[in-house]
């Protein structure tokens, strides 16, 4: 069974600061990664997709990696902003269970001007 | 044009009533999810519809019921609501591109029983 977790649970850090959220997952098997964003009371937002074939991703001042081989996934947040302030989710796919994402319990980060 | 969108985004009710949220994708989309995400934000999947015929029921009590009129659609009925059914509930979809697969949130639908 498929299990994901995220370290850590809370992140608040002062603005302009770099940031790393980290996504741990127990089988390797998995077709792609998925990073998400989601605003109180809001839906989920997609951020990045890796592949399992690919060893990053990015987009303007958002980088993922994924290590498929340690099962872990790393959102890294460039020179952070309050506007970042969210819950970050991470959620993987594979055949060993069927066509469904597992997804993390999620990051709250909270980014202090 | 929203790629995936659900109706109504509030629903109040009352316990032992028999409720409806209605979901759409216009993305062409072959799977479809039903999730609930409870008070600790925890997001668990309920459901997983591939082309109108049901792939995964995870242990979701037999009061809810997908149903998937045609591919773009997949409402969950809910009946005998309890308390412990108040959350959030996500529709969403996926399609497969070669070996990987993007999935797209609507936007919730927060029900409260009392």
């Known amino acids: 069974k498929q299990e994901v977790t995220q370290i850590p649970a809370a992140l608040s850090v002062p603005e302009g600061e770099n940031l790393v959220l980290n996504c741990s997952f127990t089988?390797?098997?998995?077709?792609?990664l998925q990073w998400f964003r989601q605003d109180p009371g809001k839906g989920l937002t997609s951020l990045l997709l890796?592949?399992?074939?690919?060893r990053e991703q990015t987009s303007g001042r958002l980088n993922a990696s994924l290590d498929k081989s340690s099962g872990r996934s790393t959102l890294y947040i460039a020179a952070s902003q309050p506007g970042d302030s969210a819950t970050y989710l991470c959620?993987?796919?594979?055949?060993?269970?069927?066509?469904?994402?597992?997804f993390g319990p999620g990051t709250r980060l909270s980014v202090l001007p | 044009d929203t790629a995936v969108s659900q109706t109504p985004k509030y629903l109040v009710t009352q316990m032992g009533n028999d409720k409806s949220i209605k979901c759409e994708q216009n993305?062409?989309?072959?799977?479809m999810y039903w999730y609930k995400q409870d008070s600790k934000k925890f997001l668990k999947i309920m459901f997983s519809?591939?082309?109108?015929?049901?792939?995964i029921n995870e242990t979701v009590p037999n009061r809810f019921s997908p149903k998937s009129p045609d591919k773009a659609h997949l409402n969950l009925h809910i009946n005998s609501l309890e308390l412990g059914d108040s959350a959030v509930y996500f529709c969403?979809?996926?399609?497969?591109?070669?070996?990987?697969?993007?999935?797209?949130f609507g936007p919730g639908t927060r029900l409260t029983v009392t």
């Open positions: 969403a979809s996926s399609q497969p591109s070669g070996l990987s697969y993007e999935q797209y």
């Open positions: 089988d390797s098997a998995i077709y792609n």
């Open positions: 890796i592949q399992s074939s690919q």
């Open positions: 959620a993987v796919i594979g055949w060993n269970y069927g066509q469904n994402f597992v």
């Open positions: 993305l062409g989309h072959d799977t």
């Open positions: 519809y591939n082309n109108k015929e049901l792939i």
